[in-house]
């Protein structure tokens, strides 16, 4: 098939009509070159002696998946205890598998430690009584470092009013507990979410991070989180990520000079790997036009892509059955019964009933917080992997809603 015409490349390479046509939608379609491509461009940016990338694999965590970065070399980066055992049914090695959690019970972390991750702590609470049940595990300390990183609200998580990390201005007080409980701290991470506008302010943070570490004795490593900011609109602006790369890489290597060791530098970006590699297919139901609008309805909403609705997340909507119809104003809802608009105002080459429209940058957290509101099925999940296609996951049917429901004898059998 030819190549689409005035389509991004990576939906023209996937031949995302062929697809729609072949697995039905709504489909989510994920490209490995894509996530190949930004992983080496990260390895490529920052020059030190040790580099580790840590996949944040709550972005999209299909098994596939999880199998091409292993391939890459990459590891794992992991917020609950049922991540932590997908690694180790895919990870071979748990040695830089790092556990983040938030706001978790003692009893989940203790069950990281004996699965042997690398323990992340973001509350002095939880150090405390870390320190009384495990005194000789290492720890890795989650700072946060009060920068404000820019973009939405919802999803930054480095600024002063988040519950995320244990304040940079509390670091005296951890070093108290962890000196009364002999404990180790073997690394030190920061999390700003990934919608860091300027280089700059997150060369802030690194300097606050690199401070609170010249404190501690017997580092291993720093783990700078994720901080790639992609592109999304038309003109969005990107993180410079050969810019970052040289200043950060330069500082790091100044930094464990200093310090009189070599230090692992460690990122965990999730949107960043696989975002891009992923596009959401989805087919129009209806074009219904009422006194103000033009709605494009398809069949799909916001139990499988829930992003819009939930943090105003931008996705480019593109016409890929009438690529050079003239443009016209629409706005894309979904099917469900609640609202759930996935864009306004969109410009899109004109939309007929039984096109398939795309979501672009549908491979991170779409999936991932898919559900079956409306008791719809999830939709099917396709790879493309060296030129092939695959079913990574099938689309659900009547019997996936029903599978954990308990039929009770107390009531009559529906078929009486
Ligand atoms: C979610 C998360 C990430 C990944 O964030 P992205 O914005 O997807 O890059 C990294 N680290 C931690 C601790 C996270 O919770």
Known sequence: MEALPSLPNNLARLNALELAQKYDC???????????????????????????????????????????????????????????LLVFLFFVSAKYEIYTPNCVSIEEINRAVAAGVRINIDNISILEQFGHLHPTVPVCIRINPHIYAGGSSKISVGHIDSKFGISVHQMPHVQRVVEAMGLRVEGLHMHTGSDILAAGVFLQGAEILFNSAREIQDLEYIDFGSCFKEP???????????????????????????????????????????????????????????????????????????????????????????????????????????????????????VREGDVLAFLNAGAYCFSMASNYNSRFRPAEVLIHEGQDYLIRRRENLEDLLQNQVELPIFNSVNV
Request: proline letters at 3%.
């Open 26 to 84: 709504p489909l989510y379609v994920y490209d490995s070159a894509i996530m190949k491509r930004q992983y080496r461009r990260i390895t490529d940016a920052f020059r030190v002696k040790k580099l580790k990338i840590n996949y944040a694999c709550k972005a999209l965590t299909n098994q596939a998946v999880l199998n091409i970065f292993r391939e890459l070399g990459t590891g794992l980066d992991t917020v609950s205890i049922q991540e932590v």
């Open 232 to 350: 999304i609109k038309e003109n969005d602006i990107a993180t410079d990520i050969e810019e970052l790369g040289e200043k950060l890489s330069q500082r790091f290597n100044e930094f464990c000079q200093n310090y009189g060791r070599e230090l692992t530098l460690i990122f965990e970006p999730g949107k960043f790997l696989v975002s891009e590699a992923g596009a959401f297919l989805t087919r129009v139901n209806v074009v219904k036009q009422t006194t103000s609008t033009v709605f494009a309805g398809i069949d799909s909403g916001l139990n499988h892509l829930i992003r819009p609705m939930f943090y105003d997340a931008y996705h480019r909507i593109i016409n890929i059955s009438n690529p050079q119809g003239k443009p016209r104003i629409y706005t894309v809802v979904g099917y469900i019964c609640e609202t759930d608009t996935f864009g306004v105002n969109r410009k899109i080459p004109e």
